[in-house]
């Protein structure tokens, strides 16, 4: 016995000690006065003394007996009670400390339905969000390794190549090149913002806006780009909505998907977007003309630096994290993002945002 258990023991032991001399010495005191008394009072006391100074004795001896046999059986219960308090928290301290060394798969059982079973559950649900992040910061660094191995790969053969007189530093390569550290600095800024977007800090200025005059802003800041390559963009908006949101971020959600369904879509074709009031939300309706994709890659857009196999090549390019910094966006107003789409069918993606 040491440690939690022993103190717990001890502080029962010498509680119950307390109160049971406490008890027991007012009980004293109280046989005493009452035989006190009757020795005062009764007349023929000194023929009965011997007989009731031993029964005071006998009632005083029973009760010092009694005494002792309930300390111990205290001690005896103080134990078993402390070792059953004390149980769930050493094995919630031997799951910290486990923890603490990087052991997230541990987890403590809770039983009960009280304060202890809630905090044995909420260290289970520490261990499992410790865990879920470090599996994500283990693909995240993955992803990062791999994404900015390519190109700094690409670029040193390239400069090798060159130096070596195999290649001449043509304004084509140097494009090349520098194709591929804007590449690098897009990466490098969409990681910045995804870090600042999931830090616990992170609050959002929400304001009262128009809804369809944010759309407008975010059209006209890629209008040109669709113009050049030649596809068209409408916007419907059926009602004027008035929602609370932080206007800057929406305004980058809107970008990053018309950004994207710009990469996807082939020229002459088509982006439209709608507004309409479904239930409590507002939902935005992206639907381009592009070239779609699988119904098993749909639930993984919205992952980390995901392309799907049409992009790998990187013809597309991008950084494969605007969607990610949309979800997390939409998701820290409130509100929902998913994605339909079929091969060759075009791609729709939809935006909840709640009315209040």
Known sequence: MKGLHARLTLVFILAATVILMVASL??????HYHFTMFKLDAPEFRVIKPLAIHFESAVIGSILWTLLGVFIL?????????RKLSKPLVQMKWAAEKMAKGELDVRVKVQ????LQELGQSLNQLAAQLQKQEIARENMT???????????????????AIEDGIFEATPERLHSFGEEIDRLILLVYDLEQLTTFEAPNFVLEKR???????????MSTLRES?????IALSFHEKMQIQLLIDKK???????????????????????DITIEIKERDAVITIKDTGIGISKEEISKVFERFYRTEKSRNRRFGGSGIGLTIAKQLTEAHGGSIWMESDPNEGTAVMVTLPLQ
């Open 249 to 271: 971020r929406i305004m980058q959600v809107m970008i990053n998907l018309l950004t994207n369904a710009l990469k996807f879509t082939p020229a002459s074709g088509r982006v």
């Open 142 to 160: 993955s992803d990062i390794a791999h994404e900015l191995r390519t190109p700094l790969a690409t670029l040193k053969s390239h400069m090798e």
């Open 74 to 82: 205290v001690c005896m219960i103080s134990y078993f009670v402390a």
């Open 112 to 115: 009960g339905n009280d304060e």
């Open 26 to 31: 007012v009980i004293l005191l109280e046989i």
């Open 226 to 230: 669709y113009l050049q390559k030649g």
């Open 208 to 218: 009262k806006e128009n809804l369809g005059e944010v759309l407008q802003q975010s």
